[in-house]
Nanobody, 124 residues
Framework: QVQLVESGGGLVQAGDSLRLSCAAS????????MGWFRQAPGKEREFLAH????????YYADSIKGRFTMSRDNAKNTVYLQMNSLKSEDTAVYYC?????????????????WGQGTQVTVSS
């Protein structure tokens, strides 16, 4: 069992940066692949980024590639999402998730544990 708690969201202006954190507690965090997703009002939840248990392999959705960076610190049981050059379309609730990883890393089905989400609002 892994418990995940996101933090770092807030209200920012377009062009600003934010760093989201996801703190994990429970069993063997370092053995889980981790992902970030987001859900905007009226839209389905969207995959953003995935990192392997070691952090050596990371994948990004095309929509955020080059602006967002995912990292993890297994010593701190924490993953991060650094978000730069924020746009109004980045407004959403952001979720971290822990799971098995693998080829279908972009699918919600690959993740067993989810945080409660943190709101990011970008004003234009």
């Amino acid at each position: 069992q892994v418990q995940l708690v996101e933090s770092g969201g807030g209200l920012v202006q377009a062009g600003d940066s934010l760093r989201l954190s996801c703190a994990a507690s429970g069993h063997a965090f370092s053995s889980y692949a981790m992902g970030w997703f987001r859900q905007a009002p009226g839209k389905e939840r969207e995959f953003l980024a995935h990192t392997s248990w070691s952090g050596l392999t990371t994948y990004y959705a095309d929509s955020i590639k080059g602006r967002f960076t995912m990292s993890r610190d297994n010593a701190k049981n924490t993953v991060y999402l650094q978000m730069n050059s924020l746009k109004s379309e980045d407004t959403a609730v952001y979720y971290c998730a822990a799971g098995l990883g693998g080829k279908m890393y972009f699918s919600e089905d690959r993740y067993n544990y989810w945080g409660q989400g943190t709101q990011v609002t970008v004003s234009s």
